[in-house]
C-alpha cells in the first residue's frame, strides 16, 4: 500500500511540471506587466525600470521560470509583488475561511442530499421522487450568483436574520462567526447538495437494478435492510467521485461565492491576484490549489479500493 | 452549481456507448425519438426562443441598450419600459435582449472550439499512441488539475477582456472532456473488425479516420456538447460577474446582474430579468441536451 501511494504521487510530477509551465507561461504572455499595475502612468520609466531590474522581471522568461523552480524546489513559493509578503503566508491567511466554508458547505450538501437522494431512488416516480429531481435540476441550472442573491434578497434584506458579507472567525467569535458563514454556505451547500442528490439517485437505481438486490429481497430482507445493507454502499462509488472533485473545487477557493460574500478566502485571493497581475501570487496559489486539487482526487482513488474491494490496484 | 461547470460525469458514461454511426436516415430517427421524450419539445422550444431573441435583437429592441436615461434611473417596470430601468436608466428589457446574444455566443462557441481541439487531439492521441499518446493526455491531465473556474479565470484574464478571451478560456477548459472522449472512442474503434478490414483493403490512416472512427465516436461527442452548452453558458455570466468578458457598457446576463446587486433593495428587477432568462435558458438547453442523449442512448436514461 505505501507503495502505491509512493508511485501514485511520484505520477503526478509530469502534470504539475507541465501545470506550472503552463500558468507561468500564460500569466507571462499578458499584455501588461505588475509594475504598471503598481505605479501610476505618470510615473519615470527609470524608475519602473528599476522595479523591473529588483523584480526579475527584465530577465527572459525561461529565466525567471528557472529560478521560481529553483526556488520552489526549496519550498519557497515566493513573494507576493503588491504587498511583499512571502505568498505562502497569504495563502495561510485566507486559507481558515475557505476551509470553514469548505466544511460547512459540506456538511449542509450531505444533510439534504443523501435522505433526498435514497428516497427518490427507493420510491421511485412517486412525488419525493419528482421533488427530488426537480431540486435537483433546480440547483445543478441555478448560477452560484444568483443563488447567493436570492439568498441575500430573502434573509439579509427582506427577513434581516443574517450577514449579507463580511467574515468573522468561528473559531473565535463563536455563534456571530458561525452567522457570517451561514449564507455563503448555504450557496454552495444547495448547488453541492443538487449534484450529490442526481448522482446518489441514479446511482441507486443502478444498484437497485442488480440480482443481488432481487435476491436479498427474495431471502424476506425487509426493503429498509436491503438499501442499508446491499444498495447504499454499492451506489457510494460515484457520489464519493462527485464529492471529491467539489471538496478540490471547495478548497481551491468558492471563487463567486467568497467574490458576493466578500470572504477573504481562497476565492477571493485568486480574483484579487488575478486582476492585480500579481505573477508570483497567481503562480503560487494556482499551483497550491492544483496540488490540492490533485490530492484530493488521489484519495478519492484510494477511497473507491476501501469501498469496493472488487477494485483492485496494479 | 458549486464550481463544477464541466459536468464531466457525463462524459465518463457516455464513453460506454455503443458506437453507432450517426447516419442521415438515423439522425431523424434520432430526433423523431428526443422530441418523444417528456421535457425536449419544451426546452427545444425554449433554447429556440433564445436563438431567434439573439438572431432579432436589433429589429426587437426597443431602446438602444447603451443609451443612458439619467432622469429616468432605476425605474420601475411600466408600460415604456416593461421590464425597468436601471441605475443609469438604461433599458432592462434590451439590455436583456442583447445580452441574449453574448450568452449564445459564448455557450455554442467555446463548445465548437473545444470540440474542434478536444477532437483532434483525441483523435491524434488515439490513433498515434506511445509517447504522443502520453504526452498529450498528460497535457489534458494538467488542464484537468485546475479547478474549472480558477482556470477560465486565470486564461480569461490572460487573454483580455472581451467576449473572444472568455470563449477561448472556456474553449480551453472544456477541451481535456471531449479530447478524452475521443480517444477511448479511436481506442475501442480501431479495434474493430470493419477497421481491420479497411485497413486490410489497403485504406490509408486518414480515411480510415475520417470515414470509420469519426462517424462513428460522433455519439458521445454530440451528448457531451449538447449537455456541456448549458454549463458554458453559466460559466461565462460567472466570468462576467466577475467583470472578465464584454466590457461596460457592452450588456451581458452576467454583468447585468453584477451591477445590479448593489440595488437589490430599490430596483431588484435589474438583477430578477437577466437571472430569469440565464436560468430559463440554462434549463432549456439542460432539456434539450437529456432528450438527445436519452434518444442516442437508452440504457444512459435515469
Redesign the interface.
Known sequence: MGRLVLRRLLATI???L??TA??FA??H???GDPVDVMMAESVDDSVKATLRRQLGLDQPIYVQYGVWMAKLLRGDLGRSIRNGEPVIENVGRRIRPSLQLAAL?MAISLVVATPLGILSAARRNTSVDRFGTTFA?F????????LA?LL??CFG?KLRWLPISGYMDPLEEGLQGLRSLVLPALT?GL??A??VTR?L??SM?DALSEDYVRTARAKGFSESQVIRGHVLKNALI?VV??LG??L???I??????E??FALPGV?RL??DA??A?DYPL?QGV?LL??IG??LSNLAVDFLYGWIDPRIRYR | MAGSIRGSGIAEAAAVLPSRALTRGRRWAVLRQAARTRLGPLGAVVTLVAIAVALLAPAISPYDPLKQDLGNTLARPDRAHLMGTDNVGRDVLSRMIWGTRVSLMAGFGSVALAVIAGGMLGLVAGYAGGRTDGFVMRLMDAVLSFPPLVLALALGAVLGAGLGGVVIALGVVYTPTFARLMRGQVLTITAREYVEAARALGAPGWRIAWQHVLPNASAPIVIQASLSVAFAILAEASLSFLGLGVQPPGASWGSMINAGRGYLQQAPWIVFWPGTALFVTVVGLNFVGDAVRDALDPRLRT
Open positions: 509530469p502534470v504539475l507541465l501545470v503552463g500558468v500564460l500569466i504572455l499578458t499584455p458547505a435540476l440547483g445543478i441550472c441555478m448560477p452560484n450568483f444568483l442573491l441575500i434578497f434584506v454552495l448547488a453541492l443538487a449534484v448522482t439517485r441514479s437505481l460515484p467521485t462527485v472533485l467539489q478540490g473545487t471547495l481551491g477557493g468558492a471563487v463567486i461565492t467574490y458576493v476565492g485568486v480574483v488575478v486582476f497581475r497567481v494556482v490549489i492544483a486539487f490533485i
